[in-house]
C-alpha cells in the first residue's frame, strides 16, 4: 500500500470512527442532535444508507412520507472537521430518522479508498449488546467475507465493518 493510500485509508477510518462516536455519545449541541447510548442487553439492526452528495434530500423525503423526527449532523459541524476535505465539508456525517418503532440512519459517501456504484450503497447498523456478543456475531459474518474497518476499541467504544460474503456492508458498533 502506498503512503498516499495508507494516509487516506487512515483518514477515513478516522472519521467512520468518530462518525460511530457521533452515534454513541450523548449530545448537548445548539443543533438538537442528540445521540445514541448502547443498550447493553440488547442490540438492535438498523439500515444504514450511503448517499452520493443527496443524503439530506433524501432523509427530508422519507421523513415526508413516514413522519418522526430527523437529526442531521453535517462534517463542518463535527470533530471531523479538520480531518476531512474541503469537498467533503457540506456533505452529511450522520442523519438518523426515527419514527415510531422505525430508524434509519443515513450518510454521505465519504469513504475515499473506495467507489460508490449501485449495490454498496446500503449497509446493516448492528449496534447495541456487548462486546463479546457483538465480537461473535463479527466474526461469524466475515467468514468468506472482507474485513474492511477491523473491529476495534475506540474513544466511544468498540467499532469495525465487513463486506459479508454474500456483498452485505455491516457496521458494528458497541458502548465501552
Known sequence: MS???SLTRRRFVAAAASAAALVAAPSNSKAGQTMRTYDTERTTLTPYLLFDGNC????EFYR????????V????????????PAAHQEKILNANLRS???EISASDWLRPDRTMARGNMTCLYLSGGTLEALTAVFHKLS?????T???QQQFFGAYGA???RFGVRWMFVTGK
Open 73 to 84: 449532523l453535517k462534517v463542518k459541524d463535527s470533530p471531523m472537521k479538520d480531518h476531512m
Open 100 to 102: 415510531g418503532l422505525l
Open 162 to 164: 465487513i463486506n459479508d
Open 3 to 5: 503512503h498516499t493510500n
Open 149 to 151: 474497518d477491523p473491529l
Open 143 to 147: 467468514d468468506g467475507g472482507e474485513v
Open 64 to 71: 415526508s412520507c413516514l413522519g418522526g423526527e430527523l437529526k
Open 56 to 59: 439530506l434530500q433524501a432523509m
